[in-house]
């Protein structure tokens, strides 16, 4: 059976962090100072302004900041650019527990749930 990504909904972020996921949200930093995160989010850039990435180096860092066997959830706007990194994490890794936020830090937000402000 080929492994897969699970789809979540924003609001049910909060029970799988409170059952040990870990949050990484994609964006840029100009977008998290836009909006905020979700608290206790680990910060990784995916995608450049362009559009532009690297994917090798990304999971380096991905693994020295979230153990592999961790489920991990990745947010970004909307849930795009998230659907693509969760293809190409399935692809590339052996991470077991992969889910993204389909509507992403605006459905995070229009549920009116609280986000830390990130400065700089």
Not at 9 to 14: M, R, V
Not at 55 to 84: K, S
Request: aromatic share 8%; hydrophobic share 40%; glycine share 8%.
């Amino acid at each position: 059976m080929r492994r897969t990504y699970k789809p979540i909904k924003s609001i049910e972020i909060a029970d799988f962090l409170n059952h040990g996921a870990a949050i990484v949200d994609v964006r840029r930093a100009e977008e998290w100072r836009l909006t905020g995160v979700v608290a206790g989010s680990e910060l990784l850039t995916f995608f450049d302004a362009q559009g532009q990435s690297q994917p090798e180096e990304w999971v380096q860092q991905l693994n020295a900041r979230v153990a592999e066997e961790r489920p991990l959830i990745l947010i970004c706007r909307t849930g795009h650019r998230t659907r693509l990194i969760c293809e190409f994490l399935i692809a590339a890794t052996s991470r077991p527990d992969i889910y993204n936020v389909t509507d992403g830090i605006l459905g995070w937000l229009a549920e009116g749930l609280p986000v830390a402000r990130v400065r700089g």
